[in-house]
């Protein structure tokens, strides 16, 4: 059996950069931060009261009242950013997309604005006053199903909770479906809506979050020396993923191939990364393989790059354990520096950068990086947008339980 290969051909997103792919690929190379002040809620009694947020999307606007209050927000943002998705790579919004089309969703913690709402009706007013709708709006594999019904996608279906790792695995997978002949296309993506005030005082007691409340635009500096934490954020990004002959046969755009993925665990904390990025630095070996392509090949890495002292660090380790001296050309950034950490969305996200990096020649920089760590040495592409020949991309996503999914993009 020939091993397909695996194309791009369309791309949807919501995040706290813009509700389209465009205004979302603008925003990012001009280096311009989604982070504010938390305005979906009061959060002036928490430790932390700003996020990048999704911003002028009213679900009940978007899909009408009756229908948004079947879901989470999470889901009304999977939903929104699948139909521009599908509206890209060519397909028919107003025909089923059928057997032939599986469906794979990343999420790091599901409908948790509606468990905790389910919570507190629970303690003020008893169970019998719980909504009907609360068990469909919690389940991590809401989105999945949800958009699954809006489209008629009846192949095969899948939902992926590896934390931040998750909506990376989640193309992989994907990747896996196509390339065994399973499917011929497949919609996946990632979904997060976990700005909460239980989510953040969570975070924030493990000392997880940036505290920067006064200037919550230069919150979150990946490799900066002066970091202090990640900062939550919230979106999704929608791929839809083809063999390339299916693509071929409709004629369709092609945004770039997936070349390569791997996948690996680190055993070691359920929060810190491994020492010296080893578990991550495996992932990235398997990526590079399954490609078929050497890493001196790789022309630039989204990194994950939270803005945590300890993901960044290790992270650089990593990749100069994999580049050695090769390590200190390759461009790397960190889009995070201007959304935010999309959590289980997040992988699905830099994937859509990484492509439109690829496809228009530009990287994206890594703004607030003025005073680099000095273990943090490497090209991060600080502050100023980059033009350069970009023929293949790797891109990093690691989550709590030591998961490190990596993606390799590549044109041809």
Not at 185 to 207: D, H, P, R, Y
Not at 336 to 350: I, Q
Request: a negative charge; hydrophobic letters at 35%; glycine letters at 10%.
């Amino acid at each position: 059996m020939t091993k397909q290969r695996v194309v791009v051909t369309g791309l949807g997103t919501i995040n706290p950069l813009g509700n389209n792919v465009i205004d979302t690929w603008n925003n990012l190379t001009s280096g311009i931060s989604g982070i504010d002040h938390i305005t979906l809620f009061d959060a002036s009694d928490l430790p932390v009261t700003f996020a990048g947020e999704v911003k002028n999307f009213d679900a009940n606007d978007y899909m009408g009242k009756q229908n948004a209050r079947k879901l989470d927000r999470s889901g009304h943002l999977s939903i929104f950013a699948a139909e521009e998705a599908i509206q890209d790579a060519g397909f028919d919004l107003s025909k089923p997309l059928g057997e032939d089309f599986g469906i794979v969703f990343g999420t790091g913690i599901g409908g948790i604005g509606a468990t905790e709402d389910a919570v507190r009706v629970y303690d003020e007013r008893g169970s019998t006053r719980i909504s009907p709708l609360a068990i469909t709006q919690l389940m991590p594999n809401s989105s999945t199903g949800q958009v699954a019904i809006k489209y008629g996608i009846k192949g095969p279906s899948l939902t992926i909770t590896t934390a931040c790792a998750a909506s990376a695995n989640a193309i992989g997978e994907a990747k896996r479906m196509i390339e065994q002949n399973i499917v011929d296309k497949v919609l996946v993506g990632g979904t997060e809506s976990g700005t909460t005030s239980m989510t953040i005082g969570a975070f924030a007691q493990i000392k997880a979050l940036s505290k920067q409340n006064d200037e919550p635009q230069k919150a979150c500096k990946p490799f900066d020396k002066n970091r202090d934490g990640f900062v939550m954020a919230e979106g999704s990004t929608v791929l839809i993923l083809e063999s390339e002959s299916s693509a071929k046969d409709r004629d369709a755009k092609v945004y770039g191939y997936i070349s390569g993925y791997g996948s690996s665990t680190d055993a070691y904390h359920i929060t810190a990364p491994s020492e010296g990025g080893i578990g991550a630095l495996r992932a990235m070996e398997q990526a590079i393989s399954n490609a078929d392509i050497s890493k001196e090949n790789i022309d630039y890495i989204n990194a994950h790059g939270t803005s945590t002292p300890a993901n960044d660090l290790n992270e650089t380790l990593a990749i100069k354990s994999l580049m050695n001296d090769y390590a200190y050309e390759v461009n790397i950034s960190s889009t995070k520096s201007m959304t935010g950490h999309l959590l289980g969305g997040g992988g699905a996200f830099e994937a859509m950068a990484s492509l439109l990096s690829m496809k228009n020649n530009q990287i994206p920089p890594t703004i607030n990086l003025n005073d680099s760590d000095k273990d943090c040495d490497l090209n991060y592409t600080a502050n100023q947008s980059v033009d350069k020949n970009i023929d293949h991309v790797m891109s990093n996503s690691f989550g709590f339980g030591g998961h490190n999914a990596v993606l390799i993009f590549s044109k041809e």
